[in-house]
Protein backbone atom coordinates (compact mmCIF):
# COMPACT_ATOMS: atom_id res chain seq x y z
CA UNK A 1 0.00 0.00 0.00
CA UNK A 2 1.57 3.31 -1.00
CA UNK A 3 1.45 5.85 1.70
CA UNK A 4 0.63 9.79 0.77
CA UNK A 5 3.06 10.52 2.93
CA UNK A 6 6.03 8.71 2.26
CA UNK A 7 4.88 8.36 -1.79
CA UNK A 8 6.38 4.95 -1.07
CA UNK A 9 5.20 1.42 0.31
CA UNK A 10 5.00 1.30 3.67
CA UNK A 11 6.71 -1.75 5.11
CA UNK A 12 4.17 -4.13 6.54
CA UNK A 13 5.75 -4.96 10.04
CA UNK A 14 6.41 -1.25 10.78
CA UNK A 15 3.67 -0.79 13.01
CA UNK A 16 3.93 -3.92 14.96
CA UNK A 17 7.61 -3.61 15.60
CA UNK A 18 7.31 0.13 16.48
CA UNK A 19 4.28 -1.34 18.98
CA UNK A 20 6.41 -3.47 20.64
CA UNK A 21 8.41 -0.82 22.57
CA UNK A 22 4.46 0.17 24.45
CA UNK A 23 4.02 -4.48 25.19
CA UNK A 24 2.81 -4.84 28.29
CA UNK A 25 2.69 -1.22 30.21
CA UNK A 26 1.95 -1.44 33.73
CA UNK A 27 -1.28 -0.95 34.73
CA UNK A 28 -1.06 2.67 36.67
CA UNK A 29 -2.24 2.49 40.36
CA UNK A 30 -3.85 5.50 42.78
CA UNK A 31 -4.71 5.29 46.16
CA UNK A 32 -4.77 2.05 48.17
CA UNK A 33 -4.96 -1.33 45.88
CA UNK A 34 -5.13 -5.09 46.75
CA UNK A 35 -3.09 -6.94 43.42
CA UNK A 36 -4.19 -10.65 43.11
CA UNK A 37 -1.43 -12.31 40.73
CA UNK A 38 -1.56 -16.03 38.90
CA UNK A 39 0.99 -17.28 36.40
CA UNK A 40 0.07 -20.37 35.26
CA UNK A 41 2.49 -22.68 33.27
CA UNK A 42 1.13 -24.84 30.53
CA UNK A 43 2.46 -26.58 27.58
CA UNK A 44 3.26 -25.26 23.49
CA UNK A 45 -0.17 -26.19 22.21
CA UNK A 46 -2.28 -24.68 25.27
CA UNK A 47 -1.57 -21.36 24.86
CA UNK A 48 -4.90 -20.51 23.17
CA UNK A 49 -7.08 -21.82 25.89
CA UNK A 50 -5.86 -19.35 27.93
CA UNK A 51 -6.49 -16.38 25.69
CA UNK A 52 -9.90 -18.28 25.52
CA UNK A 53 -10.55 -17.62 29.18
CA UNK A 54 -9.41 -13.74 28.65
CA UNK A 55 -12.03 -13.71 26.25
CA UNK A 56 -14.53 -15.31 28.54
CA UNK A 57 -13.82 -12.76 31.68
CA UNK A 58 -13.90 -9.98 29.20
CA UNK A 59 -17.22 -10.99 27.71
CA UNK A 60 -19.09 -11.47 31.53
CA UNK A 61 -18.15 -8.09 31.74
CA UNK A 62 -19.38 -6.56 29.07
CA UNK A 63 -16.15 -6.33 26.80
CA UNK A 64 -14.07 -7.21 24.10
CA UNK A 65 -11.00 -8.49 22.93
CA UNK A 66 -8.77 -8.62 19.88
CA UNK A 67 -8.18 -12.05 18.64
CA UNK A 68 -4.69 -13.46 19.12
CA UNK A 69 -3.48 -11.11 21.42
CA UNK A 70 -0.20 -11.06 23.73
CA UNK A 71 -1.91 -9.13 26.58
CA UNK A 72 -4.75 -7.18 27.71
CA UNK A 73 -6.15 -4.81 30.36
CA UNK A 74 -10.08 -4.94 30.85
CA UNK A 75 -12.34 -3.62 33.39
CA UNK A 76 -14.67 -6.52 35.14
CA UNK A 77 -16.69 -4.35 37.20
CA UNK A 78 -16.54 -0.82 39.45
CA UNK A 79 -13.42 -0.63 40.93
CA UNK A 80 -11.82 -3.93 39.62
CA UNK A 81 -9.30 -4.91 36.36
CA UNK A 82 -7.94 -7.36 35.16
CA UNK A 83 -4.62 -7.73 33.31
CA UNK A 84 -3.78 -10.94 31.01
CA UNK A 85 -0.22 -11.42 29.79
CA UNK A 86 0.79 -14.30 27.63
CA UNK A 87 4.26 -15.91 27.45
CA UNK A 88 5.85 -18.38 25.71
CA UNK A 89 5.49 -21.04 29.05
CA UNK A 90 2.97 -19.42 31.04
CA UNK A 91 0.15 -17.14 30.92
CA UNK A 92 -0.34 -14.34 33.86
CA UNK A 93 -3.80 -13.80 35.53
CA UNK A 94 -3.52 -10.19 37.24
CA UNK A 95 -7.09 -8.51 39.19
CA UNK A 96 -6.44 -4.56 41.00
CA UNK A 97 -8.59 -4.62 43.37
CA UNK A 98 -9.47 -0.37 44.76
CA UNK A 99 -9.70 -0.22 48.41
CA UNK A 100 -7.34 -2.88 49.31
CA UNK A 101 -8.06 -3.04 52.99
CA UNK A 102 -9.03 -6.22 54.05
CA UNK A 103 -9.97 -8.00 50.88
CA UNK A 104 -8.38 -11.74 50.71
CA UNK A 105 -6.83 -12.79 47.57
CA UNK A 106 -10.22 -15.31 46.96
CA UNK A 107 -12.34 -12.33 47.41
CA UNK A 108 -10.93 -10.62 44.79
CA UNK A 109 -11.12 -13.67 42.16
CA UNK A 110 -14.78 -14.25 43.67
CA UNK A 111 -15.47 -11.17 42.44
CA UNK A 112 -13.74 -11.24 39.13
CA UNK A 113 -15.30 -14.83 37.86
CA UNK A 114 -12.29 -16.21 37.73
CA UNK A 115 -13.60 -19.67 39.42
CA UNK A 116 -16.25 -20.34 36.50
CA UNK A 117 -12.93 -19.67 34.61
CA UNK A 118 -10.18 -21.40 35.96
CA UNK A 119 -11.57 -24.72 36.28
CA UNK A 120 -11.43 -25.12 32.08
CA UNK A 121 -8.00 -24.09 32.16
CA UNK A 122 -4.72 -26.32 31.47
CA UNK A 123 -1.52 -25.81 32.82
CA UNK A 124 -0.53 -25.28 36.73
CA UNK A 125 -0.27 -22.22 39.02
CA UNK A 126 3.46 -22.00 39.13
CA UNK A 127 3.26 -18.56 40.79
CA UNK A 128 0.57 -16.66 43.18
CA UNK A 129 1.45 -13.59 44.80
CA UNK A 130 -1.14 -11.07 46.76
CA UNK A 131 0.62 -7.27 46.86
CA UNK A 132 -1.15 -4.76 49.26
CA UNK A 133 -0.35 -1.51 48.01
CA UNK A 134 -1.09 1.23 50.66
CA UNK A 135 -0.51 5.29 50.54
CA UNK A 136 1.75 6.13 53.46
CA UNK A 137 2.66 10.16 53.90
CA UNK A 138 5.34 9.39 56.67
CA UNK A 139 9.09 9.38 55.89
CA UNK A 140 9.54 6.38 57.90
CA UNK A 141 7.37 3.37 57.80
CA UNK A 142 5.86 1.90 61.37
CA UNK A 143 8.88 -0.96 62.57
CA UNK A 144 6.14 -3.87 62.23
CA UNK A 145 4.71 -2.43 59.10
CA UNK A 146 4.49 -6.34 57.37
CA UNK A 147 2.94 -8.86 59.15
CA UNK A 148 4.27 -12.64 59.28
CA UNK A 149 4.94 -15.62 61.56
CA UNK A 150 8.47 -15.97 59.86
CA UNK A 151 11.31 -14.90 61.18
CA UNK A 152 12.57 -13.59 57.70
CA UNK A 153 11.10 -10.11 56.76
CA UNK A 154 12.67 -8.63 53.56
CA UNK A 155 12.62 -5.18 52.58
CA UNK A 156 14.00 -1.65 51.04
CA UNK A 157 12.98 1.31 49.97
CA UNK A 158 12.25 1.12 46.41
CA UNK A 159 12.15 4.22 43.70
CA UNK A 160 15.04 5.83 45.49
CA UNK A 161 13.38 6.08 48.53
CA UNK A 162 9.65 7.77 47.04
CA UNK A 163 7.90 3.93 48.95
CA UNK A 164 8.92 0.91 50.53
CA UNK A 165 8.24 -2.87 49.90
CA UNK A 166 8.32 -5.36 51.99
CA UNK A 167 7.96 -9.62 51.73
CA UNK A 168 9.21 -12.66 53.37
CA UNK A 169 8.95 -14.97 49.97
CA UNK A 170 6.59 -17.29 51.84
CA UNK A 171 3.89 -19.29 50.14
CA UNK A 172 1.46 -18.81 52.97
CA UNK A 173 -1.76 -21.25 53.85
CA UNK A 174 -3.85 -19.87 51.20
CA UNK A 175 -1.17 -20.73 48.73
CA UNK A 176 0.01 -17.09 47.70
CA UNK A 177 3.08 -15.45 48.49
CA UNK A 178 2.38 -11.74 50.48
CA UNK A 179 4.42 -8.53 49.36
CA UNK A 180 3.21 -5.25 51.11
CA UNK A 181 4.00 -2.02 49.20
CA UNK A 182 3.54 1.06 51.08
CA UNK A 183 3.36 4.69 48.78
CA UNK A 184 5.25 7.24 50.03
CA UNK A 185 5.64 9.90 46.98
CA UNK A 186 5.18 7.33 43.95
CA UNK A 187 2.93 8.22 40.86
CA UNK A 188 0.48 6.53 38.85
CA UNK A 189 2.61 4.99 36.63
CA UNK A 190 5.85 4.75 39.11
CA UNK A 191 3.38 2.96 41.72
CA UNK A 192 2.26 0.93 38.39
CA UNK A 193 6.06 0.05 37.68
CA UNK A 194 7.00 -0.96 41.23
CA UNK A 195 4.20 -3.70 41.35
CA UNK A 196 4.73 -5.00 38.03
CA UNK A 197 8.49 -5.67 38.65
CA UNK A 198 7.64 -7.24 42.01
CA UNK A 199 5.46 -9.66 40.06
CA UNK A 200 7.68 -10.20 37.77
CA UNK A 201 10.85 -10.76 39.57
CA UNK A 202 9.02 -13.39 41.36
CA UNK A 203 7.47 -14.99 38.45
CA UNK A 204 10.52 -15.18 36.53
CA UNK A 205 13.13 -16.18 39.61
CA UNK A 206 10.67 -19.39 39.84
CA UNK A 207 10.64 -19.98 35.85
CA UNK A 208 14.47 -19.85 36.20
CA UNK A 209 14.58 -21.95 39.44
CA UNK A 210 12.81 -24.76 36.86
CA UNK A 211 16.12 -26.03 35.86
CA UNK A 212 17.60 -26.27 39.14
CA UNK A 213 15.99 -29.44 40.04
CA UNK A 214 16.70 -30.34 36.25
CA UNK A 215 20.67 -29.56 37.08
CA UNK A 216 20.85 -31.81 40.04
CA UNK A 217 18.44 -34.76 38.48
CA UNK A 218 21.39 -34.42 35.37
CA UNK A 219 24.44 -34.41 37.97
CA UNK A 220 24.59 -38.12 38.76
CA UNK A 221 24.05 -39.27 35.20
CA UNK A 222 26.77 -36.81 34.21
CA UNK A 223 29.31 -38.13 36.79
CA UNK A 224 28.78 -41.23 35.41
CA UNK A 225 29.40 -41.03 32.16
CA UNK A 226 32.44 -39.09 32.49
CA UNK A 227 33.78 -41.82 34.20
CA UNK A 228 33.02 -44.14 31.58
CA UNK A 229 34.79 -42.19 29.05
CA UNK A 230 37.28 -42.01 31.24
CA UNK A 231 37.45 -45.59 31.20
CA UNK A 232 36.94 -45.70 27.49
CA UNK A 233 39.90 -43.08 26.57
CA UNK A 234 41.86 -45.21 29.07
CA UNK A 235 41.21 -48.21 27.19
CA UNK A 236 41.77 -46.83 23.60
CA UNK A 237 45.41 -45.81 24.73
CA UNK A 238 46.59 -49.53 25.02
CA UNK A 239 44.36 -50.70 22.54
CA UNK A 240 44.64 -53.62 19.83
CA UNK A 241 43.17 -53.56 16.18
CA UNK A 242 41.10 -55.96 17.27
CA UNK A 243 39.43 -53.71 20.37
CA UNK A 244 39.29 -50.43 17.83
CA UNK A 245 35.74 -51.76 16.54
CA UNK A 246 34.45 -52.28 20.12
CA UNK A 247 35.58 -49.09 20.81
CA UNK A 248 33.95 -47.33 18.97
CA UNK A 249 30.76 -48.94 18.96
CA UNK A 250 31.08 -48.56 22.62
CA UNK A 251 31.86 -44.10 22.04
CA UNK A 252 29.07 -44.34 20.20
CA UNK A 253 26.42 -45.67 22.37
CA UNK A 254 28.36 -42.85 25.10
CA UNK A 255 27.74 -40.44 22.28
CA UNK A 256 24.59 -41.11 21.65
CA UNK A 257 23.48 -40.41 25.87
CA UNK A 258 24.79 -37.75 25.60
CA UNK A 259 23.24 -36.22 22.55
CA UNK A 260 20.03 -37.30 24.45
CA UNK A 261 20.90 -35.33 28.14
CA UNK A 262 21.48 -32.42 25.95
CA UNK A 263 18.71 -32.17 23.54
CA UNK A 264 16.63 -33.40 27.25
CA UNK A 265 18.30 -30.19 29.18
CA UNK A 266 19.40 -27.46 27.02
CA UNK A 267 16.30 -25.66 26.89
CA UNK A 268 15.60 -25.19 30.09
CA UNK A 269 18.98 -24.54 30.73
CA UNK A 270 18.82 -21.59 28.41
CA UNK A 271 15.71 -20.16 29.64
CA UNK A 272 16.96 -20.22 32.93
CA UNK A 273 19.67 -18.22 32.00
CA UNK A 274 17.80 -15.52 30.21
CA UNK A 275 14.73 -15.50 32.77
CA UNK A 276 17.86 -15.06 35.33
CA UNK A 277 18.88 -11.70 32.82
CA UNK A 278 15.64 -10.81 33.55
CA UNK A 279 15.73 -10.85 37.12
CA UNK A 280 18.88 -9.29 37.27
CA UNK A 281 17.49 -6.49 34.97
CA UNK A 282 14.26 -5.88 37.30
CA UNK A 283 15.87 -5.98 40.63
CA UNK A 284 18.67 -3.31 39.28
CA UNK A 285 15.25 -0.97 38.48
CA UNK A 286 13.50 -1.20 42.26
CA UNK A 287 16.55 1.20 42.36
CA UNK A 288 16.90 -0.20 46.48
CA UNK A 289 17.62 1.43 49.73
CA UNK A 290 18.63 -0.43 52.63
CA UNK A 291 16.43 0.23 55.58
CA UNK A 292 18.16 -0.08 58.86
CA UNK A 293 18.06 -4.18 60.20
CA UNK A 294 16.52 -5.73 57.09
CA UNK A 295 18.32 -7.03 54.01
CA UNK A 296 16.63 -5.76 50.57
CA UNK A 297 15.13 -7.61 48.26
CA UNK A 298 18.27 -7.71 45.64
CA UNK A 299 20.65 -9.31 48.56
CA UNK A 300 18.11 -11.58 49.71
CA UNK A 301 17.75 -12.98 46.01
CA UNK A 302 21.22 -13.00 45.16
CA UNK A 303 22.76 -15.02 48.31
CA UNK A 304 20.02 -17.60 47.92
CA UNK A 305 19.38 -17.70 43.72
CA UNK A 306 22.82 -17.29 42.09
CA UNK A 307 23.91 -20.41 44.06
CA UNK A 308 21.12 -21.75 42.26
CA UNK A 309 21.93 -20.61 38.84
CA UNK A 310 25.68 -21.13 39.40
CA UNK A 311 24.25 -24.86 39.74
CA UNK A 312 22.73 -25.09 36.60
CA UNK A 313 24.82 -22.80 34.56
CA UNK A 314 27.72 -25.76 35.93
CA UNK A 315 25.67 -28.65 34.61
CA UNK A 316 25.38 -27.29 31.46
CA UNK A 317 28.67 -26.40 31.23
CA UNK A 318 29.40 -30.49 32.46
CA UNK A 319 26.98 -31.72 29.38
CA UNK A 320 28.57 -29.29 26.88
CA UNK A 321 32.22 -29.98 28.10
CA UNK A 322 31.37 -34.27 28.07
CA UNK A 323 29.79 -33.64 24.44
CA UNK A 324 32.81 -32.44 23.70
CA UNK A 325 35.53 -34.86 25.19
CA UNK A 326 33.53 -37.44 23.38
CA UNK A 327 33.90 -35.99 19.79
CA UNK A 328 37.84 -35.38 20.56
CA UNK A 329 37.86 -39.24 21.86
CA UNK A 330 36.13 -40.18 18.90
CA UNK A 331 38.05 -38.33 16.91
CA UNK A 332 41.49 -39.87 18.14
CA UNK A 333 39.56 -43.27 18.02
CA UNK A 334 39.04 -42.44 14.11
CA UNK A 335 42.61 -41.43 14.03
CA UNK A 336 43.74 -44.77 14.93
CA UNK A 337 42.00 -46.34 12.90
CA UNK A 338 42.72 -44.48 9.74
CA UNK A 339 46.15 -44.79 10.52
CA UNK A 340 46.14 -48.84 10.80
CA UNK A 341 43.97 -48.93 7.60
CA UNK A 342 46.76 -46.86 6.23
CA UNK A 343 49.17 -49.03 7.23
CA UNK A 344 46.94 -52.45 6.02
CA UNK A 345 46.65 -50.33 2.46
CA UNK A 346 50.37 -49.61 2.20
CA UNK A 347 51.28 -53.44 3.29
CA UNK A 348 48.40 -54.30 0.33
CA UNK A 349 50.34 -52.19 -2.31
CA UNK A 350 53.77 -53.60 -1.37
CA UNK A 351 52.22 -57.13 -1.89
CA UNK A 352 50.48 -56.24 -4.90
CA UNK A 353 53.55 -54.47 -6.80
CA UNK A 354 55.95 -57.98 -5.53
CA UNK A 355 53.25 -59.80 -7.32
CA UNK A 356 52.90 -57.56 -9.89
CA UNK A 357 57.08 -57.70 -10.39
CA UNK A 358 56.91 -61.72 -10.31
CA UNK A 359 53.97 -61.84 -12.55
CA UNK A 360 56.57 -59.36 -14.44
CA UNK A 361 59.47 -61.72 -14.74
CA UNK A 362 57.33 -64.75 -14.96
CA UNK A 363 55.87 -63.02 -18.25
CA UNK A 364 59.28 -62.40 -19.79
CA UNK A 365 60.42 -65.72 -19.16
CA UNK A 366 57.14 -67.31 -21.06
CA UNK A 367 57.94 -64.56 -23.71
CA UNK A 368 61.33 -65.97 -24.07
CA UNK A 369 60.18 -69.73 -24.36
CA UNK A 370 57.57 -68.79 -26.77
CA UNK A 371 60.24 -66.92 -28.68
CA UNK A 372 62.41 -70.49 -28.68
CA UNK A 373 59.27 -72.48 -29.40
CA UNK A 374 58.13 -70.58 -32.32
CA UNK A 375 61.64 -70.52 -33.48
CA UNK A 376 61.94 -73.76 -33.22
CA UNK A 377 58.47 -74.45 -35.15
CA UNK A 378 59.87 -72.00 -37.87
CA UNK A 379 62.98 -72.84 -38.37
CA UNK A 380 61.41 -76.66 -38.98
CA UNK A 381 58.87 -75.36 -41.33
CA UNK A 382 61.77 -73.50 -43.07
CA UNK A 383 63.53 -77.17 -43.20
CA UNK A 384 61.05 -79.01 -44.84
CA UNK A 385 60.90 -76.37 -47.88
CA UNK A 386 64.69 -77.03 -48.09
CA UNK A 387 64.03 -80.65 -48.34
CA UNK A 388 61.25 -80.30 -50.34
CA UNK A 389 63.92 -77.63 -53.21
CA UNK A 390 66.20 -80.20 -52.74
CA UNK A 391 64.41 -83.07 -53.86
CA UNK A 392 62.93 -81.00 -56.96
CA UNK A 393 66.80 -80.20 -58.20
CA UNK A 394 67.74 -76.79 -56.60
CA UNK A 395 70.71 -78.43 -54.46
CA UNK A 396 69.93 -76.71 -51.53
CA UNK A 397 71.38 -78.18 -48.27
CA UNK A 398 68.59 -78.43 -45.74
CA UNK A 399 70.63 -78.50 -42.92
CA UNK A 400 73.04 -75.23 -43.88
CA UNK A 401 69.14 -73.75 -44.67
CA UNK A 402 67.93 -74.68 -41.53
CA UNK A 403 70.99 -73.32 -39.90
CA UNK A 404 71.11 -69.83 -41.31
CA UNK A 405 67.15 -69.98 -41.21
CA UNK A 406 67.55 -70.08 -36.85
CA UNK A 407 68.80 -66.49 -36.05
CA UNK A 408 66.39 -65.18 -38.95
CA UNK A 409 63.38 -66.49 -37.87
CA UNK A 410 64.30 -66.19 -33.88
CA UNK A 411 64.77 -62.09 -34.59
CA UNK A 412 61.60 -61.58 -36.59
CA UNK A 413 59.42 -63.87 -33.82
CA UNK A 414 61.37 -61.95 -30.83
CA UNK A 415 60.30 -58.68 -33.00
CA UNK A 416 56.72 -59.75 -33.52
CA UNK A 417 56.27 -61.13 -29.54
CA UNK A 418 58.12 -57.46 -28.70
CA UNK A 419 55.77 -55.49 -30.97
CA UNK A 420 52.39 -57.30 -29.72
CA UNK A 421 53.30 -56.79 -25.94
CA UNK A 422 54.01 -53.17 -26.54
CA UNK A 423 50.50 -52.94 -28.34
CA UNK A 424 48.86 -54.76 -25.25
CA UNK A 425 50.61 -52.27 -23.07
CA UNK A 426 49.13 -49.22 -25.02
CA UNK A 427 45.64 -50.49 -25.31
CA UNK A 428 45.17 -51.31 -21.35
CA UNK A 429 46.68 -47.35 -20.61
CA UNK A 430 44.68 -45.94 -22.73
CA UNK A 431 45.87 -43.62 -25.36
Known amino acids: MISPSFALPEDGQRLVLNDEIHARPPV ?57 EGHAEFASYTFFAEGGGD ?4 TVLERAGWPDVAFTLPGEVLVAISIDLRPFPGDTPPPAAFETRSDTVIGGAVSD ?7 DFRIREDGFTRFLVLNREMGLGQAGRIVQRLL ?3 TYRMMALLAFPVARKAAPEVSAMETELETIVERIAGATPEDEARLLDDLTRLAARIEHLQGATRFRFEAAEAYEAIVNRRLAELREVRIPGLSTLGEFLHRRFDPAMATCRSAARRV ?13 LRTRVDIAREQQNQRLLEAMNR ?9 QAVEGL ?8 GVSLVGVLAKAAKAGGLG ?8 VAVPVVAAAVFGGVHRLRKALEVKEGGP
Do not use: C
Not at 161 to 167: F, I, L, M, P
Open 200 to 202: EVE
Open 355 to 363: RGRLQLRLQ
Open 161 to 167: GRGWAYT
Open 320 to 332: ASLAARVTRASAL
Open 396 to 403: WNPDIVMG
Open 28 to 84: RLAGAQHVVYLAVRHGPGEREAHRRALGRLAQAAGAAVAPGVDHAVVTLGEGLRFKW
Open 370 to 377: SVVVITYY
Open 103 to 106: LSPA
